[in-house]
T-cell receptor, first 116, second 110 residues
Framework: GAGVSQSPSNKVTEKGKDVELRCDPISGHTALYWYRQRLGQGLEFLIYFQGNSAPDKSGLPSDRFSAERTGESVSTLTIQRTQQEDSAVYLC??????????????FGPGTRLTVT | GENVEQHPSTLSVQEGDSAVIKCTYSDSASNYFPWYKQELGKRPQLIIDIRSNVGEKKDQRIAVTLNKTAKHFSLHITETQPEDSAVYFCAASKRGKLIFGQGTELSVKP
């Protein structure tokens, strides 16, 4: 079946502008995650949605970052007033879910964000 | 919070040799430990994972070992091939979110 999809694949924006990144998880996956990967580095956890529970926002680096999820489908990650240090690849992942249980996470292709 | 350290950062081996990558984690409550392979410009792909109730798991040329007491786990790749060249990431999790190590760039020379 279809995997995790993300859009856009690339985004170039000017410093100070807002950007919105989209993630479509695998159908039936109740858990959705956002990670950030700076060039040559590991993945940093940003936020985790599990069903109708309150999201785990513990990884969001500042209040300029926010994310929403509509039910158990699409999620959007919004970065306001972008800064050059926000330049990175933003990866979305989804999995089967259940609080306290970790299932295999399937990653999308990522959105490469460049802030000029 | 959880912290994951990964070593080495780069590893070069001859084709056919074995490669070992090691990770340590800080949160003793972590119970799931996946390994991902990421080729240049591509998304991470799960290659093997292990849960805290198991000490070792093997899948063909790949194996993972877990020492809960010492809080470390390792990836072993035997009979390496050039197509194994990639960046490998370990991760630890207890409630869904993955905390990743910094990655190991593996180069397999023919």
């Amino acid at each position: 079946g279809a995997g995790v999809s993300q859009s856009p694949s690339n985004k170039v924006t000017e410093k100070g502008k807002d950007v919105e990144l989209r993630c479509d998880p695998i159908s039936g996956h109740t858990a959705l995650y956002w990670y950030r990967q700076r060039l040559g580095q590991g993945l940093e956890f940003l936020i985790y949605f599990q069903g109708n529970s309150a999201p785990d926002k513990s990884g969001l680096p500042s209040d300029r970052f926010s994310a929403e999820r509509t039910g158990e489908s699409v999620s959007t990650l919004t970065i306001q007033r972008t800064q050059q240090e926000d330049s990175a690849v933003y990866l979305c992942a989804s999995s089967l879910g259940g609080r306290g249980i970790t299932y295999e996470q399937y990653f999308g292709p990522g959105t490469r964000l460049t802030v000029t | 919070g959880e912290n994951v350290e990964q070593h080495p950062s780069t590893l070069s081996v001859q084709e056919g040799d074995s490669a070992v990558i090691k990770c340590t984690y800080s949160d003793s409550a972590s119970n799931y430990f996946p390994w991902y392979k990421q080729e240049l410009g591509k998304r991470p792909q799960l290659i093997i994972d292990i849960r805290s109730n198991v000490g070792e798991k093997k899948d063909q040329r790949i194996a993972v070992t877990l020492n809960k007491t010492a809080k470390h786990f390792s990836l072993h790749i035997t009979e390496t091939q050039p197509e194994d060249s990639a960046v490998y990431f370990c991760a630890a999790s207890k409630r869904g979110k993955l905390i990743f190590g910094q990655g190991t760039e593996l180069s397999v020379k023919p």
